[in-house]
T-cell receptor, first 114, second 117 residues
Framework: DAGVIQSPRHEVTEMGQEVTLRCKPISGHDYLFWYRQTMMRGLELLIYFNNNVPIDDSGMPEDRFSAKMPNASFSTLKIQPSEPRDSAVYFC????????????FGQGTRLTVV | AQKITQTQPGMFVQEKEAVTLDCTYDTSDQSYGLFWYKQPSSGEMIFLIYQGSYDEQNATEGRYSLNFQKARKSANLVISASQLGDSAMYFCAMKGVGHNQGGKLIFGQGTELSVKP
């Protein structure tokens, strides 16, 4: 398996534009997580899914953020409209349902909103 | 609510010496899992070690060991014989297993380790 695949790796966009980040989890993993990493806040959990169903979205900063998982092999995180304070590295991670299983992370998407 | 605390923003260690990175946690779950990850300057997240709350022995993986003290709610990472390549950010994480939060994985703020030659 190629691991968790995120796209794009880098995104530069203008304030007010819509941004869509994509994630393909590892096949067979039924948990999928979206994290945001910044110097100030560290690694924040935004939302996570189990079997394609959102379980906890309490970390989503505001209504401008939305996430979907239409099937077991694809998830998106959308920001609309984007703001400069959204600039961060966004990670997607997936893990299997086995209790001791670690989460595998994608390479991250570095988002810059200018 | 679950919480992970890493109180050491930065640590220095001399090459070949051992170092302990602190992690405390808070949870009302009886069953949970604790993880450590390494993030080098390249940015990827690398899994290091796992400890289950019911595991009686401390977890070990090569030069990494987890000093698990359940009563104190601490899960410190010990790196023995530090190498220059160990210089990185280290994150402690906790997985809950409660009915409403099963599988939720949260991270501490991280500790930046610098290994000096």
């Amino acid at each position: 398996d190629a691991g968790v695949i995120q796209s794009p790796r880098h995104e530069v966009t203008e304030m007010g534009q819509e941004v869509t980040l994509r994630c393909k989890p590892i096949s067979g993993h039924d948990y999928l997580f979206w994290y945001r990493q910044t110097m100030m806040r560290g690694l924040e959990l935004l939302i996570y899914f189990n079997n394609n169903v959102p379980i906890d979205d309490s970390g989503m900063p505001e209504d401008r953020f939305s996430a979907k998982m239409p099937n077991a092999s694809f998830s998106t995180l959308k920001i609309q409209p984007s703001e400069p304070r959204d600039s961060a590295v966004y990670f997607c991670a997936s893990r299997s349902p086995v209790g001791s299983a670690e989460a595998f992370f994608g390479q991250g998407t570095r988002l810059t909103v200018v | 609510a679950q919480k992970i605390t890493q109180t050491q923003p930065g640590m220095f260690v001399q090459e070949k010496e051992a170092v302990t990175l602190d992690c405390t946690y808070d949870t009302s779950d009886q069953s949970y899992g604790l993880f450590w990850y390494k993030q080098p300057s390249s940015g990827e997240m690398i899994f290091l070690i796992y400890q289950g709350s019911y595991d009686e022995q401390n977890a070990t993986e090569g030069r990494y060991s987890l000093n698990f003290q359940k009563a104190r709610k601490s899960a410190n990472l010990v790196i023995s014989a530090s190498q220059l390549g160990d210089s990185a950010m280290y994150f402690c994480a906790m997985k809950g297993v409660g009915h409403n939060q099963g599988g939720k994985l949260i991270f501490g703020q991280g500790t930046e380790l610098s290994v000096k030659p």
